[in-house]
């Protein structure tokens, strides 16, 4: 079974969840020898992070509008990834399963963006939706084994606004951290569907919360530069 192969049919025949909202967890969402490969080609990043006097660090790592990919040559792994996401038949996959009728349109992407994203202890990322200009978000996380299964994502009440929602108590469900698990939804900011989500790393267990975080994008952007947010690891 090829690689693509491997994850439509993990895609397909994952369990959608609909409370608090629709979404799906997938466990080992890769081929393990692909997934290990990634965590392989992303491991610099924390010994970058290490010596960074910030709290969280991105490396962007594709934006296909702009024709930013990963390395073919260098990091050939994460560039068979990003070919994986970025096929139709992956994101019309996706979309039977996580889209909501009458909500959701089932219209391809025209972008999609991701960025390796790395939090020390003490960093929070409070309630929100996702923007709806966001058809997609993909959460993968790349957690080393006996990490804190608690710095997954948290996940709220659709029918409560993100800023009148408190990130470390109101909290319904969380997506544990485990290696290769991954969250996939599709974003909505209409009351009864909010899909309200955060996460918050206050674990003493794992110094870092890695993950890939992807987003399928109605538009073109250019988000190369999210220094405003946070640190750039390359």
Known sequence: MS????????????????EPWKHMIIDD??????????????REYEQVMDKKNADRGYVVTIN???????????NPNLYEYYKILTDADVEFAIKKQ?????IHENKLSKDLWSSY???KSGFT??????REEKIHTLVHYLAD??????????????????????TQEDYLKRARYLP??????????????????????????????KTLQTFWLKEPRDWTNLEWSATNLK
């Open 3 to 18: 690689n693509k192969d491997y994850i439509l049919k993990k895609i397909l025949h994952a369990e959608v969840q609909t």
């Open 29 to 42: 969402f890769l081929p393990e020898p692909l997934y290990q490969a990634i965590v392989i080609e992303t």
């Open 64 to 74: 296909k509008s702009i024709d930013v990919w990963p390395d073919k040559e260098i």
């Open 98 to 102: 996580v889209n909501v009728e009458n």
């Open 117 to 119: 994203d790395i939090q």
């Open 125 to 130: 990322y409070a309630v929100h939706p996702d």
């Open 145 to 166: 084994a006996g990490d804190d299964s608690t710095l997954g994502t948290t996940l709220y009440s659709s029918n409560v606004e993100s800023n009148k929602l408190n």
């Open 180 to 209: 290769n698990s991954a969250i996939l939804f599709s974003p909505c900011e209409k009351k009864g569907f909010m899909t309200n989500h955060a996460m918050f790393h206050t674990s003493k267990q794992t110094k870092f919360r």
